[in-house]
């Protein structure tokens, strides 16, 4: 059970699309973990993230389906896609003729991995390096956040996964980001974000201790690394997706915070309506 925010909705919560889920499903989910037929990078290859990269792979495709109703026929665009973690899940998921997937990230090790690993067996599965400038993953990078442009058409995806990006990103690269997704999705798709949202509430039991960035809605938990564990308010958050021009389904709590959930960081999930409203100027 998903533990909400106590916070009132700025947008009318639409309705999700049915996808069904059943044994089958957990089947593919035990499968992803134990396959070992299945893409996996050499353990010192993997620069992005803790954890088993199996399981982790194994519990999102869950979320993506259960929480984010994400179905086999869809186009799916996951921005910042590191060595393919979602990647290698979704590959026996997304149906080989009508679902896609679309990854970029700045790291040009882990583009390449999963372009002569991945693509090859799964030709709908694309891989793209974007030169774009963060001080801890690509420093030298020649695009500032807050100009970040992706190279598709208004409306490519049904489904924009944002899995451990907000954490790394100041609150204007944020914005940028979200209005990309905005633009980027269908009418009825879905951004699946993930963030250390904010919002006044302590448990005391907070596995990170986040303080204030200087006097904006930015927060971080390392000194020496801001963006290492970079939090968001949570109002500001809501309010950059609904101004993107995106209706927010939900806004649940993570486990990071010392409480029961099923997700370690917090997670939004956001749908683009058939008729967007209007943006914020």
Known sequence: MMATLALRPIAPEPALPSCP??????????????????????????????GDYR?????????????GRLSPTERV????????????????????????????????DGILWCAQTITPAYPRFRFQ?????????????????TEVQFGFANGSFDFITM???????????????????SRLLAPGGRLFLTAFALDGQSTGQERLKFKRWQDGPGWYAIEEAPLAAAGIDAAFLLETTQNAGLAVSSLSRGHWRGISAAHYQDLLIAIKPERGPERSL
């Open 55 to 67: 399981a982790i792979g194994s519990e999102f495709l869950g979320h993506f389906v259960r929480l």
């Open 129 to 145: 390096r974007l030169d774009i400038a963060h001080p801890l993953y690509n420093p030298q990078g020649s695009l500032p956040g």
């Open 21 to 50: 889920v059943g044994p089958e499903f957990d089947w593919l989910l035990a499968s992803v973990q134990t396959n070992r037929f299945l893409p996996h990078p050499p353990p010192d290859s993997i620069f992005v993230g803790d």
């Open 163 to 181: 899995v451990s990006v907000a954490t790394h990103l100041p609150p204007d690269e944020l914005t940028v980001y979200v209005n990309e997704a």
């Open 77 to 108: 665009f996951d921005i910042g896609c590191g060595i393919g973690r979602m990647a290698v899940p979704l590959t026996q998921y997304l149906d080989p003729e009508r679902g896609s997937y679309d990854g970029v990230d700045p790291v040009m």
